[in-house]
Nanobody, 118 residues
Framework: QVQLVESGGGLVQAGGSLRLSCAASGSMFSINAMGWYRRTPGNKRELVATITSGDITNYADSVKGRFTISRDNAKNTVYLQMNSLKSEDTAVYYC????????????WGQGTQVTVSS
């Protein structure tokens, strides 16, 4: 089982930046992708960005050009650099570790709050 710990959330003004981190521990053998999702104040869960073990990335249209997902394999850590933040980016951000072919390996972090003030 994989344990995930997110950090880096907080309060920022619109136009500002934050970097989220997700540190993974435990058995990563079956994990070949990680991603960031968010749950908005309206309780809608959205995919934000994903990255595979081969460094293939995918972004929600709403964050393309503003957010960047990256990974440090040596540290088992995934990052989400968020620039030009908007009020609509306000959400609880969750890290997910998973296997592209088997959802039985899905693991989620506890979430970190990002609040963007306008």
């Amino acid at each position: 089982q994989v344990q995930l710990v997110e950090s880096g959330g907080g309060l920022v003004q619109a136009g500002g930046s934050l970097r989220l981190s997700c540190a993974a521990s435990g058995s990563m053998f079956s994990i070949n992708a990680m991603g960031w999702y968010r749950r908005t104040p309206g309780n809608k869960r959205e995919l934000v960005a994903t990255i595979t073990s081969g460094d293939i990335t995918n972004y929600a249209d709403s964050v393309k050009g503003r957010f960047t997902i990256s990974r440090d394999n040596a540290k088992n850590t995934v990052y989400l650099q968020m620039n030009s933040l908007k009020s609509e980016d306000t959400a609880v951000y969750y890290c997910k570790a998973y296997n592209l072919r088997n959802s039985a390996f899905d693991s989620w972090g506890q979430g970190t709050q990002v609040t963007v003030s306008s």
